[in-house]
T-cell receptor, first 114, second 115 residues
Framework: AQKVTQAQTEISVVEKEDVTLDCVYE???????LFWYKQPPSGELVFLIR??????QNEISGRYSWNFQKSTSSFNFTITASQVVDSAVYFC???????????FGEGTQLTVNP | GAVVSQHPSRVICKSGTSVKIECRSL??????MFWYRQFPKQSLMLMAT?????????EQGVEKDKFLINHASLTLSTLTVTSAHPEDSSFYIC???????????FGPGTRLTVL
């Protein structure tokens, strides 16, 4: 069975602060993909990143960075210098390499206040 | 590329009526489409997986006779909520998996309100 846990239900920060969203996963599969999606108030899911379990290199994309630690089964997401437009619900998800079914975490509501 | 559309984006209906939601892959062929339901402040829950030309596979606890799914072509899947009740009010999201791409692409969602 697969499980994704996002322990932080809600986070509130002030603009320009850095914020890290935690994601811990469970799977018996040796190969898998991890994802982060952003869901703004409009509801549409915005794809942010996909990471293969073979690749433990951290990734940076602008103000976004991801820390994949296979030893602790974590795939944390950091937003640097947060902005009001970053306010959204963020979902972490897991999928087997050979499968197509996505398992989502419960989501973290991020509110960035001006 | 890889755009998925849903229609309608928002629908309000009376209790007891049926509502059809369309999910289309606009610029790719999708062998598999997925239907999710999301209640307020909750995560996405997979309802069913449909493969073109075959019957959908429903998740445990999802009534197949209530949520009819048809995937008649490689670019279109429909979800029909039959005899809708207020508890069916939710945000319904589809995703499509391309034949050539090992990835799912999500539609913008349909907000259903049953009065």
């Amino acid at each position: 069975a697969q499980k994704v846990t996002q322990a932080q239900t809600e986070i509130s920060v002030v603009e320009k602060e850095d914020v890290t969203l935690d994601c811990v996963y469970e799977t018996r599969d040796t190969t898998y993909y991890l994802f982060w999606y952003k869901q703004p108030p409009s509801g549409e899911l915005v794809f942010l990143i996909r990471r293969n379990s073979f690749d433990e290199q951290n990734e940076i994309s602008g103000r976004y960075s991801w820390n994949f630690q296979k030893s602790t089964s974590s795939f944390n997401f950091t937003i640097t210098a947060s902005q009001v437009v970053d306010s959204a619900v963020y979902f972490c998800a897991l999928r087997m390499t050979s499968g197509s079914r996505l398992t989502f975490g419960e989501g973290t509501q991020l509110t960035v206040n001006p | 590329g890889a755009v998925v559309s849903q229609h309608p984006s928002r629908v309000i209906c009376k209790s007891g009526t049926s509502v059809k939601i369309e999910c289309r892959s606009l610029d790719f062929q999708a062998t598999t489409m997925f239907w999710y339901r999301q209640f307020p402040k909750q995560s996405l829950m997979l309802m069913a997986t449909s493969n073109e030309g075959s019957k959908a596979t429903y998740e445990q606890g999802v009534e197949k006779d209530k949520f009819l799914i048809n995937h008649a072509s490689l670019t279109l899947s429909t979800l029909t909520v039959t005899s809708a009740h207020p508890e069916d009010s939710s945000f319904y999201i589809c995703s499509a998996r391309a034949i050539s791409l090992n990835e799912q692409f999500f539609g913008p969602g349909t907000r259903l309100t049953v009065l």
